[in-house]
């Protein structure tokens, strides 16, 4: 039970016994503490995935290597992949929208708080079943896009694929459940006064992130079950050398595949767009645009998928086409990086670790995407896609993009979660640490893909460059080890004697910094009345409101 | 015993020169090293303009600097921030169009130069009348070639990073690749889709020749091996052990197609798809144990003594 104390800093009842804390998060439905439950998910996760990844750079340091052995090297870096964006990336953001948009909207639950629990519980079991597949013979060994014929049992004999169908159709269920839900809590739960052209930024993404994953969804969906089909009742969907198609495999995991892209980065541009607000302390610049372009982005994602597959030979016509679309996303991008750029100019911006984060992301996240600029210039893929330059390209956009919005987040939320402060000079070590050891991992790797490292080879001769090249990467993923141990002692040191964060320790613009820090159960006592995009600094500021 | 055998292994890689897709050796590497640049010229200005202007702000509105006032700026700058992205992804979109028509044209129903078939994890060339080769690919520099690619089992890509564009290579599909290259020498690349274990030792090499030096080469590569009256031990042994059910040597009984063409193996210099060098002992250690040499690959440990491994050796050395 979370309880109210006199100065507004919660404390656990400290009589209740360690079983009955837990027997409760089992049994709730409250939304924050599934949230945090989908934060806490993400976190175990994100230490098996970030293990994965050091145990692949240990592999790859040196030319030759023998540490792994393939068979051992195609089961990591599939898991690597899968992991990350299924099992943590997703939880991660999931957990944030379910934790602050009832919050941001002035609503008191989910709209189905049950419905809420099974989600989450479900994607936490597909999680887990797909990691049972170590014990039940062997990982998924063919990449997290799985390509026929290679997923087909002919190719991969062990069962660790059809563990992939079914961890990834469990977690499917959670996400559809999930969106759902927050499309239905969005529109329908406001409290009086938000209109839609009012919602804060983070809500309105986190609404079109959610009509992504309803649409998008449903190929991934099928292409498993196809694929099971396949495997475990001899199916010809993909088994090519019974005539099914190859190609088919490609086409429905993409047309899922690419608006995945932007299902994990749109929620993130919602926290940026926060972050930004409030430390520079003004208002966002373009808001109308910002929202513009995110459904333009969700429109386009379902006609790009070819740009992951221009290599196999579809013709120039249909090339030239997928070309074109792809690029037209670099549009809406780039508005958007403007956009946070004037919100802080004239501002007054205040370098917390989590407008360190945000201000980041501008740099790391402008990179990854003119690198993928590059992927839609069609001569330029055909040279570049299936290198290492891939990798770094996919790296600075997940990475920069998505982990580093997430890690703003925590900076950001974590005194409304916890009541407490998370150490700002422990967060700079973090920060810094995190961001020298990123660039170093994965800006090399571009060099790499220039010459010639195609990605997912569990090992390479000694060609001049290679080994120094791969060794400083290496290097930097264990500096990114090192700053992660960093962060999660951070988090358990202020969990136990962080500073009390009070209600609004940021002089914050939206509703869920009104309430207590944690909330109580029902969330709000009560709730201003919104008249602006800036309700809580409407409340503060009485003389000074905002005009709509 | 497996740390051993690799270690052992450690120093047979064949050389292979500093490779970067910027040295165009091909005509299509070359225009696609064009849009490249102008690719890396524009793509770093909006680079240093949003780290410029990023640091001027960090840099002039920062809490202690910065006044109470707050500057709005003003509806005027949404129109550059549409105006520039757009110009640039359609001066882009033109070069990518051009471009494509130029390196990738209709192969219409022109003869292919050459037929490459990816298998698990080598590569099968098969040239007109029939002559085969394998994971050593020769080719004529100086013309327009037509590259057919097939496969006989997953999804491969063909990648020699300095001719420029990929292509990979899908069952039940015939793709085809141009390729012009500029001067004779050896290329070196590799399988660029993920296609399994031996991924990562799917090499490519490729020789070009000039015209007349490929004539001779695709002459010689042709002619069976020599009839030999009193055979080998090596022969025999090759003959009764079944290598012939996958291996073919024209000329013989052994007509396999499973695994790559032997006829003229001792004149390569590699083996198994760039991995190593091609000598004896390199060979005996393969024959000896190729599940530790290659894991996963297709061919089987046949249990030879040392003996027979060691004449099995000779006589593939002997396939000149």
């Known amino acids: ?548 | 015993m497996n740390w051993l055998l690799f270690a052992k292994l450690k120093n047979i890689s064949p050389n292979i020169p500093y490779q970067n897709i910027l040295h165009s050796s091909s005509r299509q590497a070359e225009e696609i090293n064009h849009i490249e640049l102008y690719f890396c010229i524009a793509a770093g200005t909006m680079l240093l303009l949003v780290v410029g202007i990023t640091i001027y702000i960090l840099l002039r509105f920062r809490e202690s600097k910065a006044g109470d006032k707050r500057i709005i700026p003003g509806k005027i700058w949404e129109l550059p921030m549409l105006i520039i992205p757009t110009v640039l992804v359609a001066v882009f979109f033109y070069f990518s169009i051009t471009t494509m028509a130029h390196i990738n044209p209709d192969a219409d129903s022109r003869t292919p130069d050459v037929v490459i078939t990816a298998h698990q994890w080598w590569w099968q060339a098969t040239y007109p009348g029939s002559i085969e080769a394998a994971n050593e690919i020769h080719l004529p520099a100086g013309k327009p070639l037509l590259l057919k690619l097939v496969t006989a089992d997953v999804v491969h890509d063909w990648w020699v990073p300095q001719f420029g564009n990929k292509m990979d290579i899908i069952p039940l599909q015939d793709n085809y690749l141009w390729l012009t290259i500029k001067e004779p020498g050896e290329y070196y690349g590799t399988c660029s889709e993920f296609c399994g274990l031996q991924h990562a030792n799917m090499r490519i090499k490729v020789i070009a020749e000039t015209q007349a030096g490929f004539d001779t080469w695709l002459h010689k590569n042709g002619q069976a091996a020599p009839p030999n009256k009193n055979k080998t031990i090596g022969e025999e042994l090759f003959m009764a052990k079944t290598c012939g059910d996958c291996h073919r040597i024209n000329g013989t009984a052994a007509k396999g197609t499973t695994g790559p063409d032997l006829t003229h193996i001792g004149s390569r210099a590699t083996l198994l798809a760039g991995m190593s060098i091609n000598d004896k002992d390199n060979l005996k250690r393969w024959l000896k144990s190729p599940q530790h040499v290659k894991p996963g690959a297709y061919m089987p440990d046949f249990l030879l003594s040392d003996s027979s491994i060691n004449d099995l050796a000779d006589y593939l050395q002997s396939l000149k």
């Open chain 1, 1 to 548: 039970m979370i309880e109210q104390s006199e100065n507004n800093a919660t404390v656990q009842d400290p009589y209740q016994p360690w079983s009955g804390r837990i027997l409760q998060c089992l049994s709730s439905v409250d939304h924050k503490e599934i949230g945090i439950m989908y934060l806490i998910m993400a976190l175990l996760f994100f230490a098996v995935g970030g293990t994965e990844a050091l145990l692949m750079r240990t592999q790859l340091a040196i030319a030759d290597n023998h540490f792994l052995g393939p068979e051992a090297y195609n089961q990591i870096f599939t898991m690597h992949g899968v992991t990350m964006i299924f099992f943590v990336a997703m939880p991660a953001l999931f957990g944030l929208m379910v934790y602050i948009i009832p919050l941001m909207i002035g609503a008191n639950d989910m709209a189905f708080p049950r419905l809420n629990a099974f989600s989450f519980w479900i994607t936490f079991f597909g999680g887990q079943l797909l990691y049972f597949s170590f014990a039940a013979g062997g990982a998924p060994n063919a990449g997290w896009f799985n390509y026929a014929p290679l997923n087909e049992t002919f190719y991969s004999h062990s069962n660790g694929i059809n563990y992939y169908c079914m961890g990834l159709l469990l977690a499917g269920i959670g996400s559809v459940t999930t969106a759902v839900n927050i499309v239905v809590t969005i529109l329908t739960m406001r409290v009086e006064g938000m209109t839609l052209r009012r919602l804060p930024l983070f809500v309105w993404m986190s609404l079109v992130n959610s009509f992504l994953v309803l649409a998008a969804l449903p190929s991934l969906n099928a292409a498993l079950s196809m694929l099971l089909l396949d495997r475990l009742l001899d199916a010809h969907f993909f088994r090519t050398a019974a005539g099914g198609s190859a190609l088919l495999w490609q086409h429905l995991f993409w047309v899922f595949g690419h608006p995945e892209v932007y299902i994990v980065i749109l929620p993130a541009f919602g926290i940026y767009s926060e972050v930004f607000q409030v430390f520079s302390q003004k208002k966002i610049f373009g808001y109308a645009f910002i929202a513009a372009s995110t459904v333009a982005i969700a429109l386009l994602a379902f006609g790009v998928w070819v740009h992951h597959m221009f290599a196999v030979g579809l013709g120039n016509t249909i090339t030239g086409f997928f070309a074109a679309s792809s690029m037209l996303i670099g549009i809406p991008t780039g508005v958007k990086i403007f956009s946070w750029l004037a919100t802080m100019y004239g501002g007054r911006i205040k370098l917390t670790v989590s407008m360190l984060f945000a201000v980041a992301f501008l740099i790391e996240f402008t990179i990854g995407g003119l690198s993928g600029i590059a992927f839609s210039i069609v001569p330029i893929d055909l040279q570049l896609t299936d290198t290492y330059f891939v990798v770094a390209h996919m790296h600075y956009v997940f990475v920069g993009g998505t982990v580093f919005g997430i890690f703003a987040a925590l900076f950001y939320w974590f005194p409304k979660m916890s009541g407490r402060m998370l150490d700002e000079t422990l967060g700079k070590w973090f920060f810094w640490l995190f961001v020298i050891g990123f660039n170093l991992t994965f800006f090399l790797q571009h060099f790499l893909g220039l010459m010639g490292m195609a990605r997912r080879v569990y090992t390479y001769p000694e060609i001049p460059y290679y080994t120094i090249l791969n060794m400083l990467s290496s290097a930097g993923a264990y500096i990114m080890g090192i700053a992660t141990l960093l962060l999660l002692y951070n988090v358990y040191r202020s969990l136990k004697k962080g500073k009390i964060a009070g209600n609004d320790p940021w002089n914050a613009f939206t509703l869920e910094w009104y309430t207590a820090s944690p909330p109580n159960e029902k969330n709000f006592d009560d709730v201003p009345l919104v008249s602006s995009r800036r309700a809580l600094w409407d409340f503060k500021n009485p003389d000074n409101r905002d005009e709509d």
